[in-house]
């Protein structure tokens, strides 16, 4: 019996060993194929720095999909994200880089389909009432044409990255309210603005659910933050026009990057 206990106990030391020897040291995760989808505030627009060779797209990497890139273990980046992007834009020339090795979709995509700049426009410009009537204008699109063009969108992205994490990244409230340098800039008009960044947010993240991604709300991270604040992480009026109303550096690195990171780590 004294010899049995001493080969039993002696395999067991040996089986032992054996699966150490064999299991590796620690895990580690794959490295992440990694595709950004948008418009402007995808590509980071705001920021002031972009790449030369991304023409009227501008790309820029101060933008939150290339903040997230740098910082996390990629194996492949495709930066399809682009200036004035409507959602047909993201359905005819965003898609190509997307298979089924896409392991991870970022999108901001709906602002242009609802008239963002030329509702900002009758803001800056017109009566408390034309912005009312602007803003009003964007909410009926977003209510009763965005949602088809969303699902539309939405479902081109799983067919064509079937197996990728999609996060829907959606747009902060713009304005503070109180005191505030910009002429005629009322807090009426700033009100109805983010009355219209609500419903804007409301529809896209109803259609992102229904569509099984993931919503990244960004109006938390933004507030008190926006156009009017004594810490403004969004342009207010600006030269050149397009950096108005988007996010600048760090609207992107403070506001938009934890979001993000809050979901994928």
Request: proline share 4%.
């Amino acid at each position: 019996m004294r010899h049995l206990r001493h080969v039993v106990g002696a395999a067991a030391v040996v089986a032992t060993a054996s699966t150490m020897l064999a299991a590796p040291a620690f895990a580690t995760s794959a490295a992440e194929n990694y595709a950004a989808l948008g418009d402007s505030y995808a590509s980071g627009v705001g920021s002031r720095d972009y790449f030369e060779d991304s023409g009227d797209c501008l790309r820029s990497p101060k933008a939150y999909a290339q903040l997230w890139a740098d910082s996390h273990d990629v194996a492949n980046f495709n930066f399809a994200a682009c200036s004035g992007a409507v959602t047909d834009d993201v359905n005819a020339n965003q898609l190509g880089g997307l298979s089924a090795d896409t392991t991870l979709v970022t999108i901001s995509i709906g602002g242009n389909d609802v008239g963002f700049s030329s509702v900002i426009q009758d803001c800056l410009l017109g009566t408390d009432e034309k912005c009312d009537s602007a803003v009003s204008a964007g909410e009926d699109k977003a209510r009763n044409e965005l949602p088809a063009k969303l699902d539309t969108t939405y479902a081109n992205i799983r067919e064509a990255a079937p197996n990728a994490k999609v996060v829907v990244l959606g747009y902060p409230r713009l304005t503070e309210l109180g005191n505030c340098g910009i002429p005629f800039f009322s807090d009426a008009k700033r009100q109805r603005i983010n009355d219209g960044s609500d419903v804007l947010a409301g529809v896209i993240s109803e259609r992102a659910e229904a569509a099984g991604f993931t919503y990244a709300d960004a109006r938390d991270a933004f507030a008190g933050h926006g156009v009017c604040s004594g810490e403004e992480w969004i342009n207010g009026p600006s030269n050149p026009l397009v950096e108005s109303f988007h996010p600048n550096v760090d609207g992107y690195a403070k506001g938009y990057l934890p979001v993000l990171e809050s979901i994928t780590g």
